[in-house]
């Protein structure tokens, strides 16, 4: 992922307001690792159902608040729809999106299942060992780092998209 400032990440909100976006804390830009990301994902310690999800589309960054739904899951396992990684139920969340515009001003939203810790880039780094991979684990790390970003892009499509 290439680095963003402070600026970019503000200015790439597509459903959120100028208030929310002044209010809106940022994590530790200086302690990022960009290449070993996809996207900047946080939570807000301060409203723990919401998080931030940033990632260069294209060339312009583009960003998005999500919020968590305060229920569990009953099942023992869930699937993150992004990294595609089982996991404890309990650490896989709900996450709904106000769409953009009028749309999301009206209550639309679009939702998805999402690591509750936003840290899929993580995840998809986490490989068995070398001996057991046909591909080496740089091409491994990458094809799934590729399908992430491209399945992130296809959730913000919906996002983008107007109501109907």
């Known amino acids: 992922m290439k680095p963003l400032t402070v600026d970019e990440i503000r200015a790439s909100f597509v459903n959120a307001s100028a208030d929310d976006i002044a209010r809106m804390p940022l994590p530790g830009l200086h302690e990022t690792l960009w290449d070993e990301r996809e996207y900047l994902g946080w939570r807000d310690s301060q409203a723990p159902q919401r ?3 940033v990632f260069w589309r294209g060339d312009q960054p583009l960003g998005m608040v999500l919020r968590a739904s305060e229920g569990r899951m009953r099942s ?3 699937f993150c729809s992004l990294c595609r990684t089982q996991q404890p139920a309990h650490q896989v969340s709900l996450f709904s999106v106000a769409k953009a515009g009028q749309a999301g001003r009206d209550g639309n939203t679009v939702g998805t299942y ?3 810790d936003l840290a899929c880039s993580t995840l998809i780094r986490i490989v068995p060992p070398s001996s057991y991979l046909q591909p080496s684990t740089e091409e491994l790390v990458a094809a799934r ?4 970003l491209a399945r992130l892009d296809g959730f ?3 996002v983008l998209k107007p109501a109907d």
């Open 51 to 53: 998080g931030y999800i």
């Open 156 to 158: 913000t499509a919906e």
């Open 114 to 116: 999402i690591c509750a």
């Open 145 to 148: 780092g590729e399908s992430l």
């Open 76 to 78: 023992a396992a869930a």
